[in-house]
């Protein structure tokens, strides 16, 4: 058990608060079930349910708040009585189903239930709820597999890797049930590739193209199905899956990740982002669902490997391109007018408050463009795909942040606060004093109940000047402190050049209406090099319009700078702000991300523009 009291704990408790404690907003995504309306537009209402109750079993098991798991525990009841007699639960009908999202869908409500079942204090409740998922995937199975429709066909959208990624609930489900039917069925979609015509787990173990060249390139769903691998992977021993899986992730970490932790220029796809971070694309990019399942998948990796280079991914997805797309002042996106009143004509809909923004800026732009996933739900109310996520994120982060087994605790992440575990059967608490991420010191005190031999993993930051990896301190413990010291240069980060004409990736649809992806050649353009970013230790900085400075002007950055110390910037509330001076004289602010652009009005920049 951990509680801690900074970045973190302050991200939980602002979802629990303002979104996953409101019995309504529960009620309405199941009521979803009921109305069954997806079919009409081949919408995805019925992720949004299981996606927040995913997050909120993980906030739920930090924050261990009885008012939040009650709240939880009526929600997964009143879903499962919107199982049709046969075990059918879709917001499609039937008419419509097995179509676009519905697999999707229905694989959250699935996935949902099995992190509830991690949380639940209620044997026969357990029992119960394993029944209704059993009944729910036997539905889907009499319709889907050899013989029937194909798990690929069952949607019109990025040749299936949606309705793919199904493959994880089914393969925790027969973890759960020993039913080898649940194991066939896991087989048959492994099997069948992924995509169709198109072997996703293939191409990762041959580790040949990068993922944006596989020929599908949506960034979330993919990784969804790479999660499931890694679950087959658990229950059959197959080491090629395994081999898949490590190949995957470490080409996405060689190709896609940006200097804020998330993927894609082209909003959700992933496109090479690495060397395409400063093109100036007229569209929104770095959705916050791709950077939330890319930490979710690190902290499995994690899990696999105990490699910290997952560890760092992990952190440089939350203190950036995450704390930066929460909706703190409470904003409402100037887009639900654009495109449910203007666009799609709705007479009036219910103002929303969603408590984070959907897609981040790295070149010269704003936050708050637009809701990603948005759709209009029964009440005229509307919601959106990352807003449901959002829990995942910092519940990922809070689970995999110290852990521990019969012989050692691993300190992945630092924060003040406090975390109580077991080596062996002795009671150890581990006290950590830190202001970190701004400051890179840290003093761990060990407190044993009884003097006991195990290893302190601690990790060292990729991006410190140390060795990485983690420092090991083996000895016996009782009471002991350990003291830490990063320093935390300023590093100054400038666009990599393309060696090669790359594969741009959009959407387009082919002869049989699948969204796909469109090849074409993109060249460099020599303006695309003129632009600067800064990091110092885990944070990206950012020039925030409202500092004084223009986000969109030119910015002549040296390598020297101070923390500015008790100073106020009119309008900016940060982490760290730090002053330049430029060779003309002129001085301004930069500001870490995460604070950046908060007012959802201001041009902000992590990428920007240099001489």
């Known amino acids: 058990m951990i509680q801690f009291h900074g970045l973190a704990d302050q991200a939980a408790r602002f979802l629990q608060k303002e979104q996953l404690s409101d019995p309504a907003l529960w009620s309405k995504f199941v009521e979803t079930f009921r109305v069954q309306e997806d079919g009409e537009n081949q919408g995805w209402r019925g992720e949004f349910w299981?996606?927040?109750?995913?997050?909120?079993?993980l906030v739920c098991a930090y924050t261990q708040d009885p008012g939040l798991y009650q709240i939880l525990t009526d929600s997964v009841k009143d879903m499962m009585t919107a199982a049709e007699p046969d075990g059918r639960v879709s917001t499609y009908t039937r008419e419509t189903e097995f179509d676009s999202w519905?697999?999707?869908?229905?694989?959250?409500?699935?996935?949902?239930?099995?992190?509830?079942?991690?949380?639940?204090?209620?044997?026969?409740?357990?029992?119960?709820?394993?029944?209704?998922?059993?009944?729910?995937?036997?539905y889907i199975i009499d319709h889907i597999g050899p013989g029937k429709k194909s798990i690929t066909s069952a949607s019109r959208s990025w040749y299936g890797i949606?309705?793919?990624?199904?493959?994880?609930?089914?393969?925790?489900?027969?973890?759960?049930?020993?039913?080898?039917?649940?194991?066939?069925?896991?087989?048959?979609?492994?099997?069948?590739?992924?995509?169709?015509?198109?072997?996703?787990?293939?191409?990762?173990?041959?580790?040949?193209?990068?993922?944006?060249?596989?020929?599908?390139?949506?960034?979330?769903?993919?990784?969804?199905?790479?999660?499931?691998?890694?679950?087959?992977?658990?229950?059959?021993?197959?080491?090629?899956?395994?081999?898949?899986?490590?190949?995957?992730?470490?080409?996405?970490?060689?190709?896609?990740?940006?200097?804020?932790?998330?993927?894609?220029?082209?909003?959700?796809?992933?496109?090479?982002?690495?060397?395409?971070?400063?093109?100036?694309?007229?569209?929104?990019?770095?959705?916050?669902?791709?950077?939330?399942?890319?930490?979710?998948?690190?902290?499995?990796?994690?899990?696999?490997?105990?490699?910290?280079?997952?560890?760092?991914?992990?952190e440089q997805s939350f203190y950036n391109a995450y704390l930066g797309a929460f909706n703190t002042e409470r904003k409402e996106c100037p887009y639900v007018y654009e495109k449910f009143i203007k666009k799609m004509g709705y007479p009036r809909y219910q103002p929303t408050f969603l408590p984070l923004d959907s897609y981040s800026p790295l070149t010269p732009g704003k936050r708050g463009q637009k809701i990603g996933g948005s759709q209009i739900l029964h009440d005229l109310s509307y919601y959106g795909c990352c807003a449901c996520i959002a829990a995942a994120g910092v519940g990922v982060f809070l689970q995999k942040a110290v852990t521990a087994d019969?012989?050692?605790?691993?300190?992945?992440?630092?924060?003040?606060?406090?975390?109580?575990?077991?080596?062996?059967?002795?009671?150890?608490?581990?006290?950590?004093?830190?202001?970190?991420?701004?400051?890179?010191?840290?003093?761990?005190?060990?407190?044993?109940?009884?003097?006991?031999?195990?290893?302190?993993?601690?990790?060292?930051?990729?991006?410190?000047?140390?060795?990485?990896?983690?420092?090991?301190?083996?000895?016996?413990?009782?009471?002991?402190?350990?003291?830490?010291?990063?320093?935390?240069?300023?590093?100054?980060?400038?666009?990599?050049?393309?060696?090669?004409?790359?594969?741009?990736?959009?959407?387009?649809?082919?002869?049989?209406?699948?969204?796909?992806?469109?090849?074409?050649?993109v060249y460099h353009k020599p303006e695309e090099d003129h632009y600067v970013a800064v990091t110092r230790g885990p944070l990206t900085l950012a020039a925030d319009s409202r500092t004084g400075k223009p986000a969109d002007s030119v910015f002549d950055i040296k390598p020297e700078a101070a923390p500015v110390a008790n100073e106020i910037i009119p309008g900016v509330d940060c982490l760290l702000k730090l002053e330049f001076t430029a060779e003309n004289g002129e001085k301004f602010y930069l500001v870490d991300y995460s604070s950046a652009g908060r007012d959802w009005e201001t041009t902000i920049a992590a990428w920007m523009p240099t001489k």
């Not at 350990?482 to 320093?487: A, D, T, Y």
């Open 50 to 57: 299981g996606k927040m109750m995913r997050g909120g079993a």
């Open 406 to 521: 019969e012989n050692s605790i691993t300190v992945n992440f630092f924060e003040n606060g406090t975390a109580e575990a077991m080596v062996g059967e002795t009671p150890v608490t581990l006290r950590m004093e830190t202001a970190y991420p701004t400051d890179g010191k840290i003093r761990l005190t060990v407190e044993a109940e009884k003097p006991v031999t195990f290893t302190l993993k601690l990790r060292n930051p990729g991006w410190s000047e140390g060795p990485k990896g983690y420092a090991l301190y083996t000895k016996e413990w009782s009471r002991d402190t350990v003291e830490l010291s990063f320093e935390m240069p300023l590093k100054l980060h400038y666009p990599e050049h393309w060696e090669k004409d790359l594969v741009y990736t959009d959407t387009s649809k082919n002869s049989a209406g699948f969204h796909c992806a469109l090849a074409e050649k």
């Open 102 to 138: 519905d697999l999707w869908s229905r694989k959250y409500v699935i996935l949902a239930c099995e992190y509830y079942l991690e949380i639940c204090k209620d044997e026969s409740l357990k029992k119960e709820i394993i029944q209704f998922i059993s009944r729910c995937a036997d």
């Open 162 to 314: 949606n309705s793919s990624s199904i493959l994880e609930p089914i393969v925790r489900l027969y973890k759960l049930t020993a039913n080898p039917k649940y194991l066939d069925f896991a087989t048959y979609i492994v099997e069948h590739g992924g995509a169709e015509n198109i072997n996703i787990f293939e191409l990762a173990y041959e580790n040949k193209l990068y993922p944006y060249q596989y020929g599908v390139s949506k960034a979330y769903e993919m990784t969804s199905c790479f999660e499931g691998l890694l679950e087959y992977y658990y229950v059959t021993g197959i080491e090629k899956y395994k081999t898949a899986v490590i190949n995957y992730a470490q080409a996405v970490l060689d190709s896609e990740i940006s200097i804020i932790g998330s993927c894609g220029v082209t909003h959700e796809l992933f496109d090479h982002t690495r060397t395409r971070q400063t093109v100036r694309y007229d569209g929104v990019m770095q959705e916050t669902c791709v950077t939330v399942t890319w930490m979710k998948f690190c902290s499995r990796l994690l899990e696999l490997t105990g490699e910290s280079i997952y560890a760092d991914a992990m």
